[in-house]
């Protein structure tokens, strides 16, 4: 069983960033790719960002890349989300998500373990 925490949302004016962390704890955290995913009022959830166990590979959905940054800490048991150049669009509840094996994943049913998600509002 691996238990996650997210923290870190709130509300930020367009063009703010805001940085996410998830915080780990039951199993070894390194046997675990980890991955980011929102989901807005009235959609579907998405996945955002996703990272190998070891950090060296990460997924960016298309949507985020080039203002978003995954990345963890294995030390502490944590990953991260830095969100730049926000936009209202970006406005959404964000979930970490683990997945035991190596490598990226980005499907969402294939994760196996999920935190409680952190509300992140963007006013324009």
């Known amino acids: 069983q691996v238990q996650l925490v997210e923290s870190g949302g709130g509300l930020v004016q367009a063009g703010g960033s805001l940085r996410l962390s998830c915080a780990a704890s039951?199993?070894?955290?390194?046997?675990?790719?980890m991955g980011w995913f929102r989901q807005a009022p009235g959609k579907e959830r998405e996945v955002v960002a996703a990272i190998s166990w070891r950090g060296r590979t990460t997924y960016y959905a298309d949507s985020v890349k080039g203002r978003f940054n995954i990345s963890r800490d294995n030390a502490k048991n944590a990953v991260y989300l830095h969100m730049n150049s926000l936009k209202p669009d970006d406005t959404a509840v964000y979930y970490c998500a683990a997945k035991r094996g190596p490598s990226v994943v980005t499907t969402e049913n294939l994760y196996e373990y999920w935190g409680q998600g952190t509300q992140v509002t963007v006013s324009s």
């Open positions: 039951g199993r070894t955290f390194t046997n675990y790719a």
